[in-house]
């Protein structure tokens, strides 16, 4: 049973940074083929995809976080990162990490695309 577990939201200013961890479950990095990837959403609003990284070290991105955010795994505890920086209150929304094993992400893909959810964890960032 696959889980997702995100952690690291909180409240910044304008300009800040924040960096979130999704710890991963019951699926080890060492399998062949998967995308790992970082969505948000605000209530209203359809999820939207922020970054990816998939098992052969391809990377995607929006292009609205592009140059500020960086996504980042770490093999040996399953955790998926993304450091953001330069944040503004466009930013805010509750991020969730998502997974798609025997998949590789090339172009910063859809949400129907994932299979495995993790609960959100909220980013806030105030003028």
């Known amino acids: 049973q696959v889980q997702l577990v995100e952690s690291g939201g909180g409240s910044v200013q304008t300009g800040g940074s924040l960096r979130l961890s999704c710890t991963a479950s019951?699926?080890?990095?060492?399998?062949?083929?998967?995308?790992m990837g970082w969505f948000r959403q605000v209530p209203g609003k359809e999820r939207e995809g922020v970054a990816t990284?998939?098992?052969?070290?391809?990377?995607t991105y929006a292009d609205s976080v592009r140059g500020r955010f960086s996504v980042s795994k770490d093999a040996g505890n399953n955790t998926l990162y993304l450091q953001m920086s330069g944040l503004t209150p466009e930013d805010t929304g509750l991020y969730y990490c998502a997974l798609r094993l025997g998949f590789l992400c090339r172009t910063q893909p859809s949400p129907q695309v994932f299979a495995h959810w993790g609960q959100g964890t909220q980013v806030t960032v105030s003028s």
């Open positions: 990284r998939s098992a052969n070290g391809w990377v």
């Open positions: 019951g699926y080890t990095h060492s399998t062949d083929t998967y995308c």
